[in-house]
């Protein structure tokens, strides 16, 4: 069983950069999907970026196109996820998960990953 530990995230303001990372325990599958989600209270959790980790194909949310860049690390075991030019928007606390892909195609729906990190707090300011 993988275990998910994110970390990074913090205060940063308007117009920086946010460095997230993913720290996986456990072999990563060549059949899985791994992603990012943000959530705000009171609000469904959102899809940030997703890619398969056989093959990589990331995918991105409308809102990140152009501003994110998710990796995966095999090196480090680690998932990371980098966005530019924030907005207060992005505020949100960031979480990392992973669950089996579909006829090898990876979607930014939170039902179809059944592995979480605890989350990490992002704030941007204004």
């Known amino acids: 069983q993988l275990r998910l530990v994110e970390s990074g995230g913090g205060s940063l303001p308007t117009g920086g950069s946010l460095s997230l990372s993913c720290t996986i325990y456990?072999?990563?599958?060549?059949?899985?999907?791994m992603a990012w989600f943000r959530q705000v209270p009171e609000k469904e959790r959102e899809g940030v970026a997703t890619?398969?980790?056989?093959?990589?194909?990331?995918f991105y949310a409308d809102s990140l196109v152009g501003r994110a860049t998710i990796t995966l690390d095999r090196a480090k075991n680690t998932l990371d996820l980098q966005v530019t030019k924030l907005k207060p928007d992005d505020t949100a606390m960031y979480f990392c998960?992973?669950?089996?892909?579909?006829?090898?195609?990876?979607?930014?729906?939170?039902?179809?990953?059944?592995?979480w990190g605890q989350g990490t707090q992002v704030t941007v300011s204004s």
């Open positions: 890619l398969a980790t056989r093959g990589n194909f990331p």
């Open positions: 456990g072999d990563i599958p060549n059949n899985y999907c």
């Open positions: 998960a992973a669950g089996m892909w579909e006829l090898g195609i990876c979607y930014l729906s939170k039902s179809k990953y059944n592995l």
